[in-house]
């Protein structure tokens, strides 16, 4: 018997490269928790930098008009909110330019990102977006330290924030999908993209435990804002000592890297028929094949043009659905505490708002994580990701009203709904910016060239990253408009609902064929029976 600990008898039977895809997906999960840890804060600080105190009867919930209830009492916050954010004037205005500030250099950013981070080593690229991402995080509760009150210095330090922390997707999309292939590639990215809801969970939870009314009291909303800012900088040095973005860095040939692929791809290429039952339904743009196949070693080299990725098939479709898709996902992010603040005090106690609705928005990112694995197990199995988004976008329509007219009525309600609403809205976007991106960065047409991956996801979520700035940034014009609560809202859902029909909408063309594949194989399989 022998004397080893298990764990080092059970490192033995891995492979080596096992070992490196174990390394790359623990580290690039926790690189890219780290980015949405750091940029969760300044949704979760707003409450505390600018309290309601003159929330009037009768105004307050979307459903009701009872002006029978008195008016709230005094918050002791409210003497603690931070200039310039404090003027009940221009409050939603200065909080509205800050997220589309972030959003829109981070959209403008990604897609710069996307082309150097083919043109250069991703594991210095990571590392300098990472240490700088940090170092802006930190800036904006510097705020506090140096007694700023400028919003010219706010908007700026959201802007640089924005630009470098938009280095982060395109460079673990690509670390994975040079090593990681097709088989499965749903359910692990699924799995592996519940970062993003463990990031915005973590982040609001550190955030939240600043906002007390201790913390809010003394001036310490900026620590809200340092640790974020030095977890993602501690993990920057730790991707540069440790990150291998590719398998070609330690000597691993793609054959190695995924045998079962390899040996599939030998098959068909010694047994190929002349003619495909499920290929003359659709045409051979929506093939799927492995990620290696074709290509010598110098297209492997090349990166390639913004244009030519915008020619892979599905990527126009599939970015412009992101575009609804991430509107409704990330104004649940930006303006949800927001608005859990505004109504739920009015039906259950909350001792301290700002965290509790802090707190309570994270179980939108829970819902996320499940969302996220379901829907890439969905696509495993089918094969089909359009259909498997399509399914989803059309139930987070009625999860979504359901959200609006019954959330706020209990904690029970708002547990329940945040979670499934989560598990609907999160699911379609995650989907896309995970397996979808690195499926469409190794396109045949592309001769899957690695050097493809990187611009490929810029792309997408570059255009996904435009809709998330204009959501929450309508959210906000429409919170500062002079109307009763009831109406802004009932504009505000209905700007959710309605982009997940256009999403829906604009993925009608893939659905359909990705259909027509689905009744090939029944009917091959029919037939063959």
């Avoid at 895809?21 to 750091?38: C, M, N, P, Q, R």
């Avoid at 404090?86 to 509205?96: A, E, L």
């Avoid at 570059?462 to 309508?474: C, D, K, M, N, V």
């Avoid at 259909?515 to 029919?526: E, P, T």
Wanted: proline residues 5%; aromatic residues 12%.
């Amino acid at each position: 018997m022998s004397k080893a600990p298990l764990l080092i008898l059970g490192l033995r039977k891995t492979t080596v490269s096992s070992r490196y895809k174990a390394l790359i997906w623990v580290l690039t999960f926790l690189v890219y928790l780290s980015y949405h840890l750091s940029r969760r804060p300044i949704t979760v600080v707003k409450n505390a930098l600018y309290s309601n105190c003159t929330l009037t009867p009768g105004s307050w919930h979307p459903n009701r008009t009872d002006t029978s209830i008195p008016e709230l009492p005094l918050n002791e916050s409210c003497l603690n909110s931070w200039a310039p954010f404090n003027n009940p004037s221009t409050h939603d205005d200065y909080f509205g330019g800050l997220d589309v500030a972030y959003l829109i250099a981070y959209a403008v950013g990604m897609f710069a990102s996307g082309h150097i981070a083919e043109r250069m080593n991703l594991r210095y690229f990571l590392t300098a977006g990472m240490l700088l991402s940090g170092l802006m995080t930190m800036a904006f509760g510097f705020g506090y330290l140096w007694n700023i009150h400028s919003f010219a210095y706010f908007i700026i330090v959201q802007i640089i924030c924005g630009l470098v922390q938009s280095s982060g997707w395109p460079g673990v999309v690509a670390c994975m999908g040079n090593w990681f292939g097709k088989q499965r590639r749903g359910l692990i990215m699924g799995i592996w993209n519940s970062h993003t809801s463990l990031g915005n969970i973590f982040g609001g939870i550190i955030a939240s435990a600043y906002l007390t009314s201790y913390w809010t009291e003394h001036g310490y909303w900026w620590w809200s804002f340092f640790y974020p800012g030095l977890i993602i900088m501690v993990l920057g040095v730790v991707v540069f000592f440790l990150l291998v973005p590719h398998p070609d860095d330690v000597g691993i040939t793609p054959e190695i890297l995924h045998p079962a692929e390899a040996l599939r791809q030998s098959e068909n290429s010694e047994h190929s028929p002349l003619i495909n039952d499920t290929e003359s339904v659709v045409d051979s743009e929506d093939e799927h094949e492995p990620m290696f196949e074709g290509g010598s070693p110098a297209n492997e080299m090349q990166a390639v043009s913004f244009i030519g990725a915008l020619k892979v098939p599905g990527v126009i479709e599939f970015s412009f659905c992101l575009f609804f898709a991430k509107l409704v996902s990330y104004t649940f992010l930006y303006w949800l505490p927001q608005y859990i603040k505004q109504v739920m005090i009015h039906y259950v106690p909350m001792s301290d708002p700002d965290a509790t609705a802090g707190e309570l928005a994270t179980l939108v990112d829970v819902g996320g994580i499940f969302g996220a694995i379901f829907a890439g197990f969905l696509a495993d199995v089918t094969q089909s990701s359009a259909i498997t988004c399509g399914a989803l976008l059309i139930l987070s329509i009625p999860m979504v009203w359901a959200y609006k007219i019954f959330g706020a009525l209990s904690y029970a309600n708002a547990y329940g709904l945040l979670i499934a609403t989560g598990f609907f809205v999160n699911g379609p976007y995650c989907l896309i910016t995970t397996s979808v991106s690195a499926d469409l960065g190794t396109h045949p047409s592309l001769a899957n060239s690695a050097k493809a991956l990187a611009t490929v996801t810029a792309i997408i979520d570059g255009t996904g990253s435009i809709g998330a700035a204009l959501g929450p940034g309508l959210s906000a014009i429409v919170d500062g408009l002079n109307k009763p609560l009831s109406e802004r809202m009932d504009i505000i859902f209905g700007m959710l609902i309605g982009s997940n029909l256009l999403a829906l909408v604009l993925l009608s063309r893939l659905i359909y064929k990705e259909a027509l594949v689905l009744i090939a194989k029944y009917q091959s399989r029919r037939y063959a029976a």
